[in-house]
């Protein structure tokens, strides 16, 4: 059963860069047919999806982050990244990693595998 | 973006009750349309997608149905371990959106 975890610093300061990262376990990141997805959720608020990679490397984002976000893929660690710039407080929310069944250039999806989500504040 | 909105917001309900938590899409979406379960601190846990298909592992308890615009998640017996919050989220179109949630309490 496939595992996920991400890591990465819980605070960061305006104006940088966030920078996470999903480990994956018990499955091969390369192995096709999965969006590796990065979805957040602010605190007490609902969720939100960030975009998501497939092994081919091929990205898709949100068009309210996108020119901020890159996901990208590490498969020789097992691992696909998140990197968002120029944060604000506004971007202060738990960050999931999930994977979702899809093809290449397919259709959205739904999602059965998840991290447990980290919390990562903007502040100064 | 396709705008998902819940109702109720919050729901407050005994053990053993039957409840149902409404999902309605802008536009129609098909049947594409998945149903998590959020306990705090915890991921979400898919218990429904494609409208009505029950995730494996998922109690029989847990009904969805609906499709186009509007869309039900059916308790037909609550247990204790169900008081949680409840989200939907459509994959029919880019970019992929959610519902904001329902609450679930305990009456």
């Known amino acids: 059963q496939v595992q996920l975890q991400e890591s990465g610093p819980g605070l960061v300061k305006p104006s940088q860069a966030l920078s996470l990262t999903c480990t994956v376990s018990?499955?091969?990141?390369?192995?096709?047919?999965?969006?590796w997805t990065w979805i957040r959720q602010p605190p007490g608020k609902g969720l939100e999806w960030i975009g998501y990679?497939?092994?081919?490397?091929?990205?898709y984002y949100s068009p309210s982050l996108k020119g901020r976000v890159t996901i990208s893929l590490d498969t020789s660690k097992n691992q696909f990244s998140l990197k968002l710039n120029s944060v604000t407080a506004a971007d202060t929310a738990v960050y999931f990693c999930a994977r979702g069944p899809g093809e290449l250039y397919g259709d959205p999806t739904y999602f059965h595998s998840w991290g447990q989500g980290t919390l990562v504040t903007v502040s100064s | 973006a396709i705008q998902l909105t819940q109702s109720p917001s919050s729901l407050s309900a005994s053990v053993g009750d039957r409840v149902t938590i409404t999902c309605r899409a802008s536009q129609g979406i098909s049947r594409s349309l998945a149903w998590y379960q959020e306990k705090p601190g915890k991921a979400p846990n898919l218990l429904i997608h494609d409208a009505s298909n029950l995730e494996s592992g998922v109690p029989s308890r847990f009904s969805g149905s609906g499709s186009g615009t509007d869309f039900t998640l059916t308790i037909s017996s609550l247990q204790p371990e169900d008081f949680a919050t409840y989200y939907c989220q459509h994959f029919n179109s880019y970019p992929i959106t959610f519902g904001q949630g329902t609450r679930l309490e305990i009456k």
């Open positions: 018990g499955g091969s990141i390369s192995s096709g047919d999965y969006h």
């Open positions: 990679i497939y092994d081919s490397g091929y990205t």
